[in-house]
């Protein structure tokens, strides 16, 4: 009787002891894999530091295999070599890390779009296409994926698929691409007319219009392809419907547009045209040319009075130019001297001066781009307002 109740009273201090040794032994097990961990963390980083990243790399991709916690370690150091331009060091720990088992779907998304940047910047622009798909398909980052490809479909001018994956952007995020979508029609349709394509040329075009009937650039495009083909009453009502999408192009119709006319036998009806566009909008070229037509028809003194009007209500440094021009047949002695010394002026000062500005990063030139080759935005670049501009 005593024996087994001793038997019962010992019981619990041997399951105690035993439960102590046990998480002792589990204790020292994990420091050892810590310290383990530690020390070839110790070890990269001294790779590393000696310049040896590819030792570095194997180190750190081996850590994966002990605790796949580091994902976010190594995913890290992938985005540090990219941006140092070690491409494919950033290409290899992306890779490894895709591939392990062990990774949950956000960890393996967000590697998956690591790779697709590190591919992208290496200029494997097939690669990164097919992650940057792979990841919109999942429904994971679609929004950046989407920006991604297009940039990448823009690098490659392939404006179907940028026109496809810019409506699947309006779709994930409601944001508004109609003005960029048609911007992309009109490349289309640019390259259709360089090849002599009219047909599919105007219907591409048409599809501009019907997405952004502001898009100002497919009037103008539907203007030259009708002046190409000599249908001068279709090239007439493109051109001027300009003027209701956006007034600043103005400038870049005014000239085709008196070829319509001209073509057509009705400079008369151009001048009142630009008689009603001086008056509602401004602008110098329409100014210079009308001041053209004047000097033709009424001679050289009424189109001077009209200039000197026109520049006191609008200074402007081309009309100046331009007045000084008209003059000089007429001046003799110092006057003559006066105004030669003045075109030399208005000369250097033309000379060098931008014509286009974004309106967006400020990038200036002499050539009009639709998409800004700085900051790569659409429809921001427009001809310069003002004393130096229209």
Excluded at 249 to 267: A, D, H, K, M, T
Aim: net charge negative; with cysteine; glycine share 6%.
């Amino acid at each position: 009787m005593e024996l087994s109740l001793l038997f019962w009273l010992l019981l619990p201090v041997a399951a105690s002891s035993g439960w102590l040794a046990a998480r002792r032994s589990l204790f020292r097990q994990n420091e050892d894999n810590a310290r383990h961990l530690s020390s070839n963390y110790l070890q990269g980083l001294n790779y590393l530091l000696n310049e040896q990243p590819d030792k570095a790399i194997d180190v750190f991709i081996k850590l994966i295999d002990v605790d796949s916690e580091t994902v976010e370690t190594h995913l890290a150091l992938g985005v540090l070599f990219r941006r140092r331009g070690e491409v494919n060091r950033a290409i290899r720990i992306h890779q490894n890390l895709v591939v392990r088992s062990n990774l949950n779907p956000q960890q393996r998304a967000l590697a998956l779009l690591e790779l697709a940047q590190d591919y992208q910047r290496a200029g494997l622009l097939d690669r990164a296409e097919h992650l940057f798909l792979e990841l919109i398909d999942d429904g994971q980052y679609q929004h950046y994926s989407c920006h991604q490809l297009l940039d990448i479909y823009q690098q490659e001018q392939d404006w179907e698929k940028a026109v496809d994956v810019a409506l699947r952007l309006m779709e994930y995020s409601g944001e508004d691409m109609k003005p960029v979508i048609a911007q992309y029609y009109c490349e289309q349709a640019k390259n259709l007319r360089q090849d002599h394509q009219t047909e599919a040329a105007y219907k591409t075009l048409n599809k501009a219009l019907q997405i952004d009937p502001g898009c100002a650039r497919a009037s103008l495009l539907e203007g030259q392809l009708a002046l190409d083909n000599c249908e001068l009453s279709q090239a007439i009502q493109a051109f001027q419907r300009i003027e209701q999408q956006d007034a600043l192009f103005l400038s870049e119709i005014i000239e085709p547009l008196q070829n319509c006319y001209r073509e057509g036998g009705r400079l008369d009806e151009f001048q009142n045209y630009l008689h009603r566009i001086l008056q509602k909008h401004g602008g110098i070229t329409p100014m210079l040319v009308l001041a053209r037509l004047i000097h033709d028809q009424q001679g050289s003194s009424t189109a001077l009075d009209f200039v000197v009007k026109q520049l006191r209500v609008r200074p402007s440094l081309r009309g100046l130019d331009h007045f000084i021009d008209m003059s000089l047949p007429e001046a003799n002695g110092e006057a003559r001297e006066n105004f030669l010394l003045l075109k030399d002026i208005t000369s250097q000062l033309l000379k060098n001066r931008p014509i286009y500005k974004c309106s967006e990063c400020g990038f200036t030139g002499k050539t009009l781009h639709w998409q800004c080759p700085s900051c790569k935005l659409w429809n921001t670049v427009k001809p310069i307002q003002g004393i130096e501009g229209e």
